[in-house]
């Protein structure tokens, strides 16, 4: 049966001076669909795709994150999100994830697993390895062909994440001025 938007109205308004009367609600009808997420853990996080930094509302249930949606109470985004934002829920539950370090040797063809200790260790070891290769303490100037002190190096670039938040970004360009990286730029700015 098709109903009007007035009927609608009316309806809304007959139950709840049903209510009124009463003080508590009736049975719920049969057809009354179920919160998905009711009882599930509620949390909330910042979309980590780009700048605009739209606010999320993250459902969970024992510990696997089960519907993601857009906050409605964030100042950015009031509750809605573009595609990228609204498809987040792949990222976390995808079976194409990778959940493993895969490493490939220079010329080799094929895939290792190998733990996180050993890719902090080697990602650590070939910074260094750069930095000692290409960091100059001076620098002659092209214009006036004097020697300045510069302390940096061009080997090696850092490009954050929307991801990251404001007090990340810091320590994130801090470490790499600290490293003498000149070269420091954002995804959420390109
Ligand atoms: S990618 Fe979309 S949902 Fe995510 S912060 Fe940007 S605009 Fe918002």
Redesign the pocket.
């Known amino acids: 049966m098709a109903v009007s938007r007035r009927q609608f109205l009316q309806g809304g308004a007959l139950a709840a001076a049903g209510l009124a009367l009463n003080g508590k609600p009736g049975e719920a009808s049969v057809d009354a669909p179920q919160m998905r997420t009711k009882g599930l853990k509620v949390s909330t996080t910042?979309?980590?795709?780009?700048?605009?930094?739209?606010g999320l509302i993250v459902h969970t249930k024992n510990g696997k994150i089960v519907n993601i949606e857009?906050d409605p109470d964030h100042p950015?985004?009031q509750g809605s999100?573009?595609?990228?934002?609204?498809a987040?829920f792949q990222v976390a539950n995808n079976e194409r994830r990778l959940q493993k370090v895969m490493y490939r040797a220079p010329r080799s063809d094929k895939w290792e697993e190998k733990s996180w200790d050993w890719a902090l260790e080697r990602i650590a070891k070939r910074m260094k390895e750069t930095r000692d290769k290409t960091f100059k303490a001076t620098e002659v100037n092209k214009k006036d062909k004097k020697e300045y002190v510069v302390n940096r190096t061009e080997g090696l670039a850092f490009l954050g994440g929307?991801g990251l938040d404001n007090e990340e970004c810091y320590l994130w360009s801090k470490f790499g001025r600290a490293m003498g990286v000149a070269n420091l730029e954002h995804q959420a700015r390109l």
Do not use: E
Request: glycine residues 20%; charged residues 5%.
């Open positions: 910042i979309c980590p795709f780009c700048a605009v930094g739209c857009g950015i985004n999100l573009c595609p990228k934002g609204g987040l929307a």
